[in-house]
């Protein structure tokens, strides 16, 4: 039983009915199709009626939802019957069919699809490259077989003219190995004519839209089917197929499936044949009948690799042979002519059809198989057969479809009864004959020998002399007379309903179905001139050859009479019945809601005839006569065991049936159940509703609770997880921090012994943990190494050494270059290797200024460019001593121009290029400018990062406040007499001492370019 959805959708299993009629049946059907539920369960079998829309019920979630479950634990769908048929292939190893039939439009082939996709998804999990050929070419199979045997009809734009049976190989892996493909009683008839507002097969519409222009031209044909007379019919009609694309689909499953290039141009050139002859018109001329377009003979000869002479004449000639052995050529009549082309025609394409399936079947059959060595070899097969038909006017066809539905409607209500009968006896459970259609007689009056219609037909069509279709229908008269299904005008002359001497009636399982006879002997004798055949097996083509083999046989030749077209159908049924018997039946049943193809309209009518010729209330009646639900003890105690205290979680009875017998004591409903051995059977579908709404109740309760305690236990091992995780880390951490200690102590435990004191040692990178200790600890051994260089230097330069470290911190990597890299002498107009010159009267000055301004030290003296009170730029010489900075005139024996204390001094800016120029900013806002110059014997030496450096230690260390120091890549900013002035410093070619020069904004620098 399939699983139980809301009371709004309706009964998902017809089985649960409460009362079995057509009413309620009708009003289940419809409920469902109007809520969007288009499958439906009787017991193992699936009722499908088309949505005539998309629906998203087919993809990669609904496959895993449906792969390896119970009929009973999902909604009703097709993926649950085939897995159910999967699954007792594979696990059973017992063979299975899967039986699909309906009326045209009534979704058929989509439901053969989704079907042969669903088997193709959970088989090869491993991906295996021979079993995914195969299932590749069993898929594509589809697009081939509806391209030459669809075709649209007013009830279905896609309706397949030509039942199929194909045989799906699986080996014990369950793994699709190979197939063959069974096809029977193509419509030929539908080459040469269709009925208004229809179509011809696929195929021709497909090559005509679709085809390249180079193949058009190739077959001499145009791209209009309007143009063709067998064509022409459905050229103007508005189909849901595109044939552009469907053709180029057809073509690479054709190359997929394995056909060549030249086999593929044969199937074409016979199709572009199949056009140029229904163009073709006799004339006569007397007695003489002729091609009224020679051309289109001669096209015909060039596409099927003949002489166009023997074209013509086995169109307009007949080969006789006389009893005396004598070959004589008998000339057509104008109308035979047509019958015998239209033959031909109708015999081509079904030969060409019949040597497509061959080729696949080639293509797919299971090669080198060794049952000891590969296992055993299981089969799945899928029937797509025509359903019932009814039409206004029904003829051979419609009798050899309805012929077909009885036989299987039989077999389907043996099976169906088998199976119950073999439950029963198996459980242990007592048998009730029960009452049921049986269409025996039905079958036996079509098929029994000497006496079945077929019989009376072969007899008719095998008759000497001239037997007309209207003594074939007074000799079923005359021995059909008193069977019970058998009427006609004769015989029942007040039924107007039927033509006399023309129509007869067969009362079929579905209804009665009223036959006309006309025609019915030529289609049963399906006759075709030899001269056709011999043609065509005197062709060059070797594609044309195989199709007629009879061909290579001489006039003269005597051979058996062929079998009538009724016999050899009858032969094909009986043998697919007797296929189907001995395999695990698994049905669907298709249902077409309306004539208008809306995916809203139920025609109730309609759909109740539908469900009468199917036999569906008869096979639910079947089911539901004994028992309507019947369910293993283990799998009922596990859906149900919720509503009995004794069973839930887990009962500890001695057995799962006592389990069920608990709860069924528990519900009340002890007299309508009978307990099998292995199974419980349930009477009526109330008591199931009863425990299924306890259980629908229970349900969300249950959930919580179960919700709860997972949440419960997830908490628990996320925070036993949590608990390790931190373990772990501690410990790691631990071990981290012990490991960078370690490799610290090792790389560094010889650093006292090394030159540069381990200066040179790479630092282990930490762990993140020891970040800020890590930097601690390098700023500690910085200070530690440093201190090892400091203790080396000797006291006496001690004070450069402070003054460099004044300068580095001051200058902050601002000015790449300062002069680090030599000896600071600080006093440079006292040194005679300096300035000698002028150091003499310098040193005699300065004894002089230190005794009247009692100063200790002198931290910086050298030669400057200075800018004076009037803007212009003059040579002077700078003393800068722990008191004050003296502006020297060094023309005048040094005498002093001005005295500034160094207290007044604020700050200083300097540049970040190469140039010499300072600026002491005063806090009189009367800044001083200079520019450094160099010694007269050391020209080169950079001096501003020696009188930046003294200054700053002098008041760091000294005046115990910090000197503010700029420097700048761009312009100097100042103040000269409380003014704002910029200075900015400009290279020059040519100039040959750097020097200031006044601007609007202030001043520029300009030094030599070199």
């Known amino acids: 039983m399939a699983e139980l959805e809301g009371l709004e959708y309706g009964k998902s299993d017809f089985i649960l009915l409460d009362e079995v009629t057509m009413e309620h049946f009708m009003e289940n059907l419809k409920l469902r199709f109007e809520k969007g539920r288009i499958y439906t369960f009787i017991g193992e079998v699936v009722v499908s009626v088309n949505p005539y829309r998309q629906l998203d019920i087919y993809g990669k979630e609904a496959v895993e939802a449906y792969r390896g479950r119970e009929l009973y634990e999902n909604p009703p769908h097709l993926f649950a019957m085939a897995d159910a048929a999967y699954k007792a292939m594979k696990m059973r190893a017992k063979d299975t069919c899967i039986v699909i039939s309906g009326e045209s439009g009534a979704g058929k082939t989509e439901a ?92 021709f519409y497909q090559l005509l839209r679709g085809g390249s222009q180079e193949l058009i031209k190739s077959l001499f044909l145009e791209k209009n089917p309007a143009l063709y007379v067998y064509t022409s019919e459905g050229a103007a009609s508005i189909t849901s197929n595109d044939d552009h694309s469907s053709h180029k689909a057809v073509l690479n499953a054709l190359k997929v499936i394995g056909f060549t290039p030249n086999e593929i141009d044969s199937i074409y050139k016979i199709l572009g044949t199949i056009l140029h002859l229904g163009n073709l018109e006799f004339t006569s001329e007397g007695e003489n009948v002729q091609v009224s377009a020679k051309e289109a003979a001669e096209h015909i ?19 006789v042979a006389t009893g005396g052995g004598e070959v004589i050529n008998k000339g057509h009549s104008v109308q035979e002519a047509s019958y015998g082309k239209d033959a031909f025609v109708k015999a081509l394409y079904e030969r060409l ?129 008193q069977h019970p299904h058998y009427t006609s005008r004769k015989l029942c002359p007040t039924d107007k309903s039927m033509e006399y001497r023309r129509d007869f009636r067969i009362r079929h399982y579905a209804g009665d179905v009223t036959y006309s006879v006309e025609g019915i002997l030529d289609k049963n004798k399906d006759p075709l001139f030899q001269d056709f055949k011999r043609l065509m097996y005197n062709s060059t083509d070797p594609v044309l050859r195989d199709m007629w083999p009879e061909g290579r046989l001489s006039i003269t030749e005597v051979t058996k009479r062929p079998l009538t077209a009724a016999t050899l159908f009858k032969n094909s049924i009986i043998s697919l019945v007797d296929n189907l018997a001995c395999k695990v039946p698994y049905y669907v049943r298709c249902i077409k809601p309306n004539e208008m193809k809306s995916p809203m309209l139920f025609d109730d009518a309609r759909c109740q005839h539908q469900v009468a010729y199917l036999g569906l209330l008869e096979n639910v009646r079947v089911r539901r006569a004994g028992f309507a639900y019947r369910q293993p003890y283990d799998r009922f105690l596990q859906r149900y065991k919720m509503t009995c205290e004794y069973t839930w979680p887990n009962h500890l009875m001695e057995s799962d049936k006592e389990a069920v017998e608990a709860i069924v004591r528990q519900h009340g409903f002890s007299e309508s159940v009978e307990y099998g051995h292995s199974k419980l059977f349930v009477r009526t579908p109330r008591s ?117 470290v004044a300068a580095l911190a001051a200058l902050k990597g601002e000015r790449p270059t300062w002069g680090w890299g030599r000896a600071w002498e600080r006093d440079y107009l006292s040194l005679a290797n300096d300035s000698p010159q002028s150091c003499t009267s310098f040193v005699e000055m300065t004894k002089e200024l230190k005794k009247k301004d009692q100063y200790n030290t002198v931290l910086f003296s050298g030669f400057v460019r200075k800018v004076n009170r009037f803007n212009k730029s003059t040579d002077r010489a700078l003393l800068i001593t722990d008191k004050n900075i003296y502006k020297l005139d060094p023309r005048k024996q040094f005498r002093v121009m001005k005295k500034l204390p160094l207290e007044s001094v604020t700050g200083l800016s300097v540049t970040s290029g190469a140039d010499q120029m300072v600026v002491l900013h005063t806090s009189t806002q009367d800044d001083v400018l200079v520019y450094l110059q160099r010694g007269q014997l050391c020209p080169n030496q950079d001096r501003v990062g020696e009188l930046l450096g003294n200054l700053s230690d002098h008041f760091t260390r000294v005046m115990c406040k910090p000197l503010s120091v700029s420097v700048r890549s761009s312009a100097l900013q100042l103040n000269m007499r409380g003014k704002s002035k910029n200075v900015t410093v400009e290279t020059k070619p040519g100039q040959a001492n750097a020097d200031f020069r006044k601007n609007r904004n202030g001043f520029t620098l300009l030094v030599p370019a070199s």
Request: net charge neutral; charged share 20%.
């Open 112 to 203: 053969s699809k989704y079907i042969m996709q669903y088997i193709a998804a959970i088989t090869n999990p491993n991906q295996r490259a021979e079993v995914e050929s195969v299932k590749n070419v069993l898929l594509k199979s589809n697009c081939v077989l509806e391209a030459f045997g669809n075709a649209k009809t007013n009830r279905n734009d896609n309706s397949s003219r030509f039942g199929k049976y194909m045989d799906i190989n699986f080996n014990f892996n369950g793994d699709p190995t190979g197939g063959h493909i069974n096809n029977y009683l193509l419509e030929k008839s539908r080459v040469v004519q269709q009925q208004e507002g229809e179509r011809n097969f696929h195929s």
């Open 688 to 804: 199931l509703f009863t425990l299924e709404q306890e259980r629908n109740a229970l349900i969300p309760i249950l959930v919580l609770f179960l919700q709860k305690v997972w949440r419960g236990a997830l908490a628990r091992m996320r925070c036993r997880k949590l608990w390790a995780v931190y373990a772990i880390m501690g410990c790691y951490k631990r071990y981290k921090v012990k490991a960078h200690f370690w490799e610290v102590s090792r790389r560094f435990s010889n650093v006292r012994n090394m030159a540069d004191y381990g200066w040179s040692v790479e630092w282990p990178a930490p762990p993140a943990a020891l970040a800020q200790f890590h930097s601690i600890t390098q700023g500690l051994y910085r200070r530690w190494w440093a201190r090892q260089i400091v203790k080396n230097i000797p006291p006496s330069d001690m004070l450069e050494v402070r003054a460099k």
């Open 301 to 319: 000869a060039v596409l099927t690799s003949t002489k166009a002479a023997d074209v013509s004449k086995a169109l307009l000639f007949r080969t």
């Open 353 to 481: 059809f019949s040597w497509i399936v061959s080729h696949i079947n080639t293509v797919i059959e299971v090669k080198d198989y060794n049952p000891m060595l590969h296992g055993k070899n299981t089969v799945i097969g899928v029937l797509d057969i025509y359903g019932f038909e009814i039409f206004d006017n029904n003829s051979f066809e419609q009798f050899c479809i309805n012929y077909c539905n009885e036989k299987l409607q039989q077999l389907f209500i043996e099976l169906i009864m088998q199976q119950e009968q073999e439950e029963y006896n198996r459980e242990g459970i007592p048998w009730q004959q029960i009452e049921y259609c049986n269409n025996q007689i039905i079958v036996d009056l079509v098929e029994e020998p000497h006496k079945g219609i077929i019989s009376i037909l072969e007899e008719a069509c095998l008759g000497v002399g001239k037997v007309t279709d209207t003594m074939f229908l007074e000799s079923m008269d005359s021995k059909l007379s």
